[in-house]
């Protein structure tokens, strides 16, 4: 299977600054990579899209200018989270998109980045 | 948007039993995936399949597509099966898929 590596594992930060989470297709090139908010016992949510040379795609209801993304090769994607607060508190997760021969693309998950905002 | 409904929101099993888990999704669909999301919270791809029976191990899945359900067994469970198992669809081109709300499986010793 592919890997998809994501770091921090865990950060703690107090409130008020900006944190970077970096998502790496370690062994596939992945034009399209997501971000994922997962809060406990509940399923993923999806929060952007990242697309390698454009901008993201933001789902409805996601601060583009609170959560930035960039995606600026085909192996890596970033999610900043800027000005955070304790509301921002959750894990957070990317997957990148693999295609296989153009016949059908499937996601793998990186291992997630929990975030506890003081 | 597509709607993904899992059944059971939650299992407790013996080592050794088998079990069903199930996804229904509400339109059609080109893209299926089943995840185990281990206790570290790390989702683990178990299998894609959008259509037909592929099987790996003690797992294997169904998808009947035309009737919009996919199914995951699990035979022999063991305690390193419990965790959370997500089945994930996707009808655009664009990969972007929808989650159910999942399965959690606990398997006592």
């Known amino acids: 299977g592919a890997v998809v590596s994501q770091h921090p594992s865990r950060v703690i930060c107090k409130s008020g600054t900006s944190v970077k989470i970096e998502c790496r297709s370690l062994d596939f090139q992945a034009t399209t990579m997501f971000w994922y908010r997962q809060f406990p016992k509940q399923s993923l949510m999806l929060m952007a899209t990242?697309?390698?040379?454009?901008?993201?795609?933001?789902e409805q209801g996601v601060e583009k200018d609170k959560f930035l993304i960039n995606h600026a090769s085909l192996t890596l994607s970033t999610l900043t989270v800027t000005s955070a607060h304790p509301e921002d508190s959750s894990f957070y997760i990317c997957?990148?998109?693999?295609?296989?021969?153009?016949?059908?693309?499937?996601?793998?998950f990186g291992p997630g980045t929990r975030l506890t905002v003081l | 948007g597509i709607q993904v409904e899992q059944s059971p929101p939650d299992l407790i099993l013996q080592e050794g039993a088998n079990s069903t888990l199930r996804c229904n999704f509400s339109?059609?669909?080109?893209?299926l995936q089943w995840f185990h999301q281990n206790p570290w919270g790390q989702l683990i791809n178990l299998f894609y399949i959008p259509s037909g029976t592929k099987q790996n191990g003690r797992l294997s899945a169904t998808t009947v597509a035309t009737e919009r359900y996919s199914l995951l067994y699990i035979s022999s469970s063991q305690t390193t099966d419990s965790g959370v198992y997500f089945c994930?669809?996707?009808?655009?081109?664009?990969?972007?898929?929808?989650f159910g709300d999942g399965t959690t499986l606990t398997v006592k010793p």
């Open positions: 339109d059609s669909v080109n893209n």
């Open positions: 994930a669809v996707s009808n655009t081109n664009a990969g972007k898929s929808t």
């Open positions: 997957s990148a998109l693999r295609l296989a021969g153009g016949i059908y693309n499937e996601q793998f």
């Open positions: 990242s697309n390698e040379g454009s901008k993201a795609t933001y």
